[in-house]
């Protein structure tokens, strides 16, 4: 390996996200991404509903998670394959054109449901690479320890977007109809692309550092010791594998020459070649063989693995009752939609208080007990929200419930930030969003079934066991349970 040293990509690497200029890019193009989304959805929904029946309009706006939940894997494998950066950028510029067509042909003419599905399934087979990429994309941006922060600043970002991204579709609304949205929406979604292309990437940390080896079996940060495993190995930095022949720090800004020379030609965004630990990689790996790696990957680590089973089960249990079963609930006891609304708005709250404690403090200490307990608490709350005896007192709950949620949730997102291999998480983040946006949605139509058999209080319970599951499996894994969030 040769020692010829490579001036660092991200030179501010030692600043806090929240003050990283770069990180700060990377925010404002996924907030703006994210805001044009929301505004683009009210847009559909109203498109929709004035061009059809109801029935007509829900299956258009159901329409999309299709290809999102088939394509989803696959899109991980590009993303991984490619640069999440350049996937990111690639997959706003193809919802921006396609959502300023549809306006200008809306302005035009009245072309009817048609048009909405076909941009619907666009959107949602864009989404399918998009997702995975944006997920990938934090680790190319600053330093390992700042992750959990940047995990943070993310959730604040989607908490803006759901708030404000609403109203403004409604004011594009208003002002032209469905078209002076979507327009609106394609202009949010396209401020995004040259912020992203300002982005500087980072290389891709080499042989074994900012993640996991392949096998799980490597040091694990775990109750605020440098290295997880039993009679830890020599310290991290000095050694970045067992019996490691290269200093780290020469590594980290140098590397082999050959290899940063393949990756800044293929756009400075290496995949999984780059990665010293990275098992039955080759360069001319095929996309099949990188799914199957990918999965294997997961299926081996010790953290992963039990990470994302976690995950599914919490939004299993969450998604149901915080979607419809709100809706029949403020029904059942008559506080009316401003009722649902405020109870909705005591979850988005708290939520946000849980993404901004993580934006300030950057790391809280024992993240893989602290998960497991909010996990646990969150769901007995998810179990209390169905007996709220007043409307103040659902408010409370549901404060609560995005209090809790929101920590786990953000505790969960840092910690498969971290402990992934960052030549990997194109596709760890595309199992993370199948499941929760694959498996977990069909629980809304199983809890409006099971609520009209056996009314809210049961399924809330029922759900809240299903959720406090999740906090099981956290305990149960002693990898995940005394997991630490990097320093």
């Given at each position: 390996m040769t020692a010829t040293l490579i001036p660092p990509v991200h030179a501010a690497a030692d600043k806090p996200a929240h003050r990283d200029s770069n990180v700060l890019r990377w925010l404002g193009a996924y907030t703006a991404s994210m805001v044009g989304d929301n505004v683009y959805y009210l847009a559909l929904s109203w498109a929709a509903v004035r061009a059809g029946t109801p029935s007509q309009a829900g299956l258009v706006m159901a329409v999309s998670a299709v290809p999102?939940?088939?394509?989803?894997?696959?899109g991980g494998v590009v993303a991984d394959r490619f640069g999440p950066r350049r996937v990111v950028i690639g997959s706003d510029?193809?919802?921006?054109?396609?959502?300023?067509?549809?306006?200008?042909?809306?302005?035009?003419?009245?072309?009817?449901?048609?048009?909405?599905?076909?941009?619907?399934?666009?959107?949602?087979?864009?989404?399918?690479?998009?997702?995975?990429a944006v997920g990938a994309l934090p680790a190319r941006v600053t330093g390992r320890d700042q992750l959990a922060r940047v995990q943070g600043m993310r959730g604040l970002a989607i908490r803006f977007a759901n708030v404000v991204g609403a109203p403004l579709g409604g004011l594009g609304v208003a002002l032209g109809g469905a078209a002076a949205a979507f327009g609106l929406a394609g202009l949010l979604i396209a401020v995004s692309v040259p912020l992203l292309i300002s982005v500087r990437m980072r290389d891709l940390p080499t042989d074994g550092e900012g993640g996991l080896p392949s096998d799980g079996e490597g040091d694990l940060p775990?109750?605020?010791?440098?290295?997880?495993?039993?009679?830890?190995?020599?310290?991290?930095?000095?050694?970045g594998k067992a019996g490691g022949a290269a200093d780290r720090e020469a590594d980290r800004k140098a590397g082999a020459a050959a290899d940063r020379e393949a990756d800044r030609k293929a756009g400075g965004e290496a995949g999984p070649r780059s990665m010293g630990a990275a098992p039955d990689t080759a360069p001319r790996a095929t996309p099949w063989q990188d799914l199957r790696d990918g999965l294997r990957y997961i299926r081996g680590h010790r953290v992963?693995?039990?990470?994302?089973?976690?995950?599914?089960?919490?939004?299993?249990?969450?998604?149901?009752?915080?979607?419809?079963?709100?809706?029949?609930l403020a029904e059942q006891r008559g506080w009316g939609a401003s009722g649902m609304g405020w109870v909705l708005s005591g979850f988005g709250t708290g939520a946000g208080v849980a993404a901004l404690l993580l934006?300030?403090?950057?790391?809280?200490?024992?993240?893989?007990?602290?998960?497991?307990?909010?996990?646990?608490?969150?769901?007995?709350?998810?179990?209390?929200?169905?007996?709220a005896p007043s409307l103040v007192a659902a408010v409370g709950t549901a404060l609560l419930v995005g209090l809790l949620a929101g920590l786990s949730g953000?505790?969960?997102?840092?910690?498969?930030?971290?402990?992934?291999?960052?030549?990997?998480?194109?596709?760890?983040?595309?199992?993370?969003?199948?499941?929760?946006?694959?498996?977990?949605?069909?629980?809304?139509?199983?809890?409006?079934?099971?609520?009209?058999?056996?009314?809210?209080?049961?399924?809330?319970?029922?759900?809240?066991?299903?959720?406090g599951l999740g906090g099981v499996v956290v305990l149960c894994s002693g990898p995940l349970r005394r997991a630490q969030l990097p320093r």
């Open positions: 999102r939940a088939l394509l989803m894997l696959g510029a193809v919802r921006c054109a396609a959502v300023l067509a549809v306006a200008a042909l809306l302005f035009a003419a009245s072309p009817g449901l048609w048009l909405l599905a076909l941009l619907a399934v666009l959107f949602g087979t864009v989404d399918a690479v998009f997702m995975p775990t109750d605020g010791q440098g290295d997880g495993k039993a009679g830890g190995a020599a310290d991290r930095e000095a050694d992963l693995a039990p990470l994302l089973v976690a995950i599914a089960l919490g939004d299993l249990g969450f998604v149901g009752p915080l979607n419809v079963g709100l809706t029949l934006t300030v403090r950057g790391r809280l200490p024992h993240a893989g007990r602290l998960a497991a307990v909010a996990i646990l608490a969150g769901s007995v709350a998810i179990g209390a929200l169905a007996y953000a505790l969960c997102g840092a910690l498969l930030q971290t402990q992934a291999d960052p030549a990997y998480l194109g596709r760890v983040s595309s199992v993370a969003g199948i499941v929760s946006l694959g498996f977990a949605p069909l629980s809304m139509p199983l809890s409006a079934a099971a609520i009209g058999w056996w009314g809210t209080g049961p399924v809330f319970v029922t759900s809240a066991a299903v959720c």
